[in-house]
């Protein structure tokens, strides 16, 4: 036995990585896919709080409506 030197075998491991490959094609799908979906949910979210809103106001505008007719006519009577 030699003293002071050290034979030193490095371990080499290859690895097939097939899954890792995988999983980064269905990442790049969805991500994709969110950036399509993403924008046009919000679109049509939009869309419809306007509508929302519009109709909420249209129904205002009829209440102070009847209640403006109703108090005319019960100052002319």
């Not at 371990?11 to 097939?18: D, F, G, P, R």
């Not at 979906?37 to 909420?56: D, L, Q, T």
């Amino acid at each position: 036995m030699q003293s002071g030197v050290s034979t030193f075998n490095p371990v080499t491991s290859i690895q097939n990585n097939s899954t890792q490959h995988t999983n980064i094609a269905l990442i790049d799908v969805f991500s994709v896919m969110m950036a399509i979906a993403f924008p046009a949910v919000v679109i049509v979210a939009i869309g419809s709080y306007r509508k929302h809103r519009a109709r909420v106001l249209r129904r205002q505008i009829q209440h102070l409506n009847r209640v403006w007719q109703l108090s005319s006519s019960q100052k002319m009577s």
